[in-house]
Antibody, heavy 118, light 111 residues
């Protein structure tokens, strides 16, 4: 069974930090790009960040660049998102997603809710 | 405002066919055959339905098909069923500053 299980979400004050994790099982992890995609409840999907298969190249949406850091541990089949200087507008469900390079997002986690509020 | 443009809603009766359009630019849909479509039911994670413009993953019914012409991609669902009622998002790889772009989503209602 394919499983992408996110954890680490929760309530944080503006300016605070959170680290999301995503443990992948049942499907190949290394060799694939991994992404974070977020969705404000009731709104559309927004791509946040991507890391290539060996972790040597990353890419970010302009809205999070300089504040968020994506990383991966292929030995642990785990993806991470370090989120610093959080803003109210970062409030969303964050999905961990696997994807073959360039092409699509084929397996999605169930999402973890991040709420930034005072 | 989303990078790709989709209609906000479409509807159809069971057994009918519907088409959802997705318009981008020469930096995304027009430049690459990397258009994909996702289905999302309320409270659930999105699910890949179409990739590489017109290919289906093994878990998707052949009632779903995709195509592209210029800067516009389309998703067609034939033989509509009640379970098809969901939100649908298109997406593409992009050479712009945003590497992966999504449409704003289309709510499909099965009447």
């Amino acid at each position: 069974e394919v499983q992408l299980v996110e954890s680490g979400g929760g309530l944080v004050q503006p300016g605070g930090s959170l680290r999301l994790s995503c443990e992948v099982s049942g499907v190949t992890f290394s060799g694939y790009w991994m992404h974070w995609v977020r969705q404000v409840p009731g709104k559309g999907l927004v791509w946040v960040s991507r890391i290539n298969s060996d972790g040597s190249h990353t890419s970010y949406a302009a809205s999070v660049k300089g504040r968020f850091t994506i990383s991966r541990d292929n030995a642990k089949n785990t993806l991470y998102l370090q989120m610093n200087s959080l803003r109210v507008e970062d409030t969303a469900v964050y999905y961990c997603v696997r994807g073959p390079p360039l092409r699509c997002l084929d397996y999605w986690g169930q999402g973890t809710l991040v709420t930034v509020s005072s | 405002q989303s990078a790709l443009t989709q209609p906000a809603s479409v509807s159809g009766s069971p057994g009918q066919s519907i088409t959802i359009s997705c318009t981008g630019t020469s930096s995304d849909i027009g430049a690459y055959n990397y258009v994909s479509w996702y289905q999302q039911h309320p409270g659930k994670a999105p699910k890949l339905m179409i990739y590489d413009v017109s290919d289906r993953p093994s878990w998707v019914s052949d009632r779903f098909s995709g195509s592209k012409s210029g800067n516009t991609a389309s998703l067609t669902i034939s033989g509509l069923q009640a379970e098809d009622e969901a939100d649908y998002y298109c997406s593409s790889f992009s050479s712009s500053s945003v590497e992966r772009v999504f449409g704003g989503g289309t709510k499909l209602t099965v009447l």
